[in-house]
């Protein structure tokens, strides 16, 4: 595998139920990011993990929970959503968080999430 | 209200055709990117431009920084079919967590054969 994955490709859930979204990057990065990218809005930033910590928290909903294991794997735990939040979830890395070049991200190919 | 606004919104175009796409701002950027985004995958990186009134070429592309660090443009010419897609332009800006992005709205870009 090369650069990011995310899996499920797609995925269809009820109210009630609770998933997992994965995300893995095979490029060494130290930085990792969760996107939220709805028809009618710009790309949104959900969370920011460097080094396994979370460094930024856009505002969340609670019933997203990300978690960070190591700083190849990315994951967001999903419970009781509501069907606005059906949208495409992008995973992206990056070299770090500092400025010019090293903030370049590299994006999976997004999980497309439908909330019945 | 965007922070990053796109225009236009969307481009339907025939191939052989020269375009620009514009990337606007009241805010100042320390850098700029843009992303290609093609249905089914995500955005992927065109170029990162840092100075002001740079000027980036990726074949048929132009990338321009403004001067003041507020705006930009993509300008592609003679497009073709293979540039169909959605063109992001995204702005990084410090903060407490670092240097984070915040994208515009996306160019929807159709070139027909």
């Known amino acids: 595998e090369t650069g990011v994955t995310q899996t499920p490709r797609h995925l269809v859930m009820g109210m009630t139920n609770k998933k997992s979204l994965k995300c893995e990057q095979h490029l060494g990065h130290n930085a990792m990011y969760w996107y939220k990218q709805s028809a009618k809005k710009p790309l949104e930033l959900m969370f920011v993990y460097n080094f396994k910590e979370q460094t930024e928290n856009n505002s969340v909903p609670s019933r997203f929970s990300p978690e960070c294991p190591n700083s190849s794997h990315l994951f967001l735990h999903l419970h009781t959503l509501q069907p606005e939040d059906s949208a495409l979830y992008l995973c992206?890395?990056?070299?770090?968080?500092?400025?010019?070049?090293?903030?370049?991200?590299?994006f999976g190919p997004g999980t497309r999430l439908t909330v019945l | 209200t965007q922070l990053l606004e796109q225009s236009p919104q969307f481009l339907s175009i025939q191939e052989g055709e020269n375009l620009t796409v514009y990337c606007n701002s009241s805010?100042?950027?320390?850098?700029l990117q843009w992303y290609r985004q093609e249905p089914g995958e995500g955005p992927v990186l065109l170029v990162t431009?840092?100075?002001?009134?740079e000027v980036k070429k990726l074949k048929r592309l132009t990338f321009q920084f403004g001067d003041a660090r507020k705006d930009s443009s993509l300008h592609i010419t003679a497009a073709q079919p293979g540039d169909t897609g959605l063109y992001l332009c995204?702005?990084?800006?410090?903060?407490?967590?670092?240097?984070?992005?915040?994208f515009g709205g996306g160019t929807r870009l159709m070139v027909k054969p």
């Open positions: 995204a702005g990084a800006r410090g903060n407490n967590a670092g240097n984070m992005l915040t």
């Open positions: 431009v840092v100075t002001g009134g």
């Open positions: 805010s100042v950027f320390s850098s």
């Open positions: 992206a890395s990056s070299q770090g968080v500092g400025d010019y070049f090293d903030n370049e991200q590299f």
